[in-house]
């Protein structure tokens, strides 16, 4: 099992859909999650980080964790063409970030 | 202010030869880390830094990989005798928290 799964996708959605994108890990002892964002071709940028169970909102993001269920997502609302990209989900290690291997959102006009 | 910063941006090599990859954190940022991200693939952790120490070596592929720090600034990641299929993006991030990463632009690494 991989310690931080993604569906790949390509996940489509319509401008001005909700796009929400879901992240599962193994290790229960993490305690911090990001959102990174990787545009085709550049270098990942954080997004969003998330702390605590519930949910956290900057701007059009949410990010929303919940670590019973082992789960965070992004939701990403009024989704416009400028957030098609791989978003990548991570958690935090002793020593290291762990990424997930991403999901593609597509937005079309 | 600046940002992190990676050099080479592209570099063409032969099968069997050694490169040096340079990472330039951003100042202050005591962690370093550096990845590898193969085309279409995530991104595969090779090296964690704190200051100049590297606690965590097992995410380098293989012994012909190795990785300092010195001054608890610049990064070099070596590769020797380099293989076709340490063709990859090397990217370098650092961090003040050792969470929030901030990434550079990345190496292409191209093996003939």
């Known amino acids: 099992q991989k310690e931080v799964e993604q569906n790949s996708g390509p996940l489509s959605v319509p401008e001005g859909a909700i796009a929400s994108l879901n992240c599962t890990y193994s290790d229960r002892v993490s305690q911090s999650f990001f959102w990174y964002r990787q545009y085709s071709g550049k270098s990942p940028e954080l997004i969003m980080s998330i702390y605590s169970n519930g949910d956290k909102e900057d701007g059009r993001f949410t990010a929303q964790l919940n670590k019973a269920s082992q789960y965070v997502s992004l939701l990403i609302r009024d989704s416009q063409p400028s957030d098609s990209a791989t978003y990548l989900c991570a958690l935090s290690q002793p020593d290291k970030l762990i990424f997930g291997t991403g999901t593609r959102l597509q937005v079309f006009p | 202010g600046a940002g992190v910063s990676q050099s080479p941006s592209n570099k063409v090599t032969e099968k069997g030869k050694d490169v040096e990859l340079r990472c330039d954190p951003i100042?202050?940022?005591?962690?370093l880390y550096w990845y590898r991200q193969s085309l279409g693939q995530g991104l595969e952790f090779l090296i964690y830094?704190?200051?100049?120490?590297?606690?965590?070596k097992s995410g380098l592929p293989s012994d012909r990989f190795s990785a300092e720090r010195t001054g608890g600034s610049v990064s070099t990641l070596t590769i020797q005798r380099t293989q076709q299929e340490d063709s990859a993006v090397y990217l370098c991030?650092?961090?003040?928290?050792?969470?929030?990463?901030?990434f550079g632009p990345g190496t292409r690494l191209t093996v003939l």
């Open positions: 991030a650092s961090s003040f928290d050792r969470e929030r990463a901030f």
């Open positions: 100042s202050g940022h005591t962690a």
């Open positions: 830094f704190q200051g100049n120490s590297a606690p965590d």
